[in-house]
Every structure is written in C-alpha cells, then in structure tokens.
C-alpha cells in the first residue's frame, strides 16, 4: 500500500509532468488563461490519461509482447488516445457546447499530448502492474490538472496587475511558469 501511495505524490508533485518533465507544455499554457477552462481541459486529460494506461498496458500485455510486436508501442498507443479523445469531444458537445467551444484545438490536441503518451509508455517501461499502472495515470493527470489550475490562477490574478509592457503576454507565461516549475523542483528529494 505505501509503494501506491509513493507513486500517487510522486506523480503528483516530485515528477510532476508538466513542471518537472516539461510534457504537455501546449495545453498548459493555451488553456490556462481562466478557470473553469483549465477544469474542464484537466477533467478530460484525466479521464483520457486513466483509460489509456488501462487499455495501453492491456494491449502490451495480452497483445503485443506476447507476439513480440512491441514495435508496433507508439502507434498502438496513439490510436487507442485518440480514439478516447474523440470519445470525450463527443461527450462534452452533447453535455457543455459552451466548455467544448472554449476548449477549441487544445482537446484535440490532447491525441498528440506527448503527457499522455510519456503516460502510458512510462509504465511499461517501469514494469507496473494493472492496477499501479491506472493509479500512475491517474496521479499523473490529477497533477497535470493541479498545476492547469495553479497556472490558471496566477493567470487571472496577473491580468489585474500593473506589468511593464515589454513582459506582458508570453514572456510574462514562460517566466511564472518557470517560477513555478522551480517551486515544484523543491519536492525532488521526498520521494526517491
């Protein structure tokens, strides 16, 4: 029980995957701009990060290691993402048009989220079981949305703010995000 719990904070804040591993930069800073957008985009990637390591790992499992197609990894991986990711814009254009419409690109772009990807590829590269490899994925995607979030809010209070000009927009983005990257570097040596 304490390795699962290891993995859950390590996931979460030691090898956070957006501040620590730098992997799915582009929604983290396209949809970071307000709130209720970084929720909705992180309620997706959970959703698609927690079923793809199901469904990956049980494909390497029963399907291409023991017929050693493991060459075949990124490409299976890949159409079992974005088969979930056009499942969820399905969904959310039925249930919210207002969050699919905000979301725009960026819930595409999760098919190519090289964090959901990393995800997935990560566990069978660090040899979990079933059921380490979904609480992995979806650790993983709890901080990628803890740290949506956290960006998000920063962004809505920076907005207020009285900023030189020549750093406001992108170069104001990178230099928070940096910030905040540092700040989650400090949780390095809890969990080895």
């Known amino acids: 029980m304490s390795d699962i719990l290891l993995i859950i904070v390590g996931a979460v804040l030691v090898q956070n995957f957006v501040l620590t591993r730098f992997l799915g930069i582009c929604p983290f800073m396209g ?10 985009m992180g ?9 793809a390591n199901a469904i990956t790992w049980l494909i390497h499992h029963f399907l291409l290691a023991p017929y050693h197609l493991e060459y075949l990894l ?6 079992v993402i974005a088969s979930l990711v056009q499942l969820v814009e399905m969904i959310l254009k039925k249930v919210s048009p207002a969050l699919n419409q905000a979301l725009g690109i960026y819930l595409p772009l ?3 989220n090289c964090a959901v990807l ?3 590829i990560l566990c069978i590269t660090f040899r979990y079981d079933f059921i380490r490899t979904v609480v992995f994925g979806g650790a993983s ?3 990628f949305t ?7 809010g920063i962004r809505e209070r920076l907005e207020f703010s009285r900023i030189p000009r020549f750093v406001q927009g992108l170069p104001l983005n990178f230099i928070t995000a940096g910030i905040l990257s540092m700040a989650f570097m400090g949780f390095a040596g809890l969990v080895k």
């Open 118 to 120: 990393g995800c997935a």
């Open 74 to 79: 990124t490409i299976a991986f890949i159409l």
């Open 141 to 143: 995607a709890v901080g």
């Open 43 to 51: 309620g997706a990637v959970i959703f698609v990060m927690v079923l």
């Open 146 to 152: 803890f740290a949506l979030v956290l960006f998000s």
């Open 31 to 40: 949809v970071s701009r307000n709130l209720e957008t970084a929720l909705g």
């Open 110 to 112: 999760i098919t190519t």
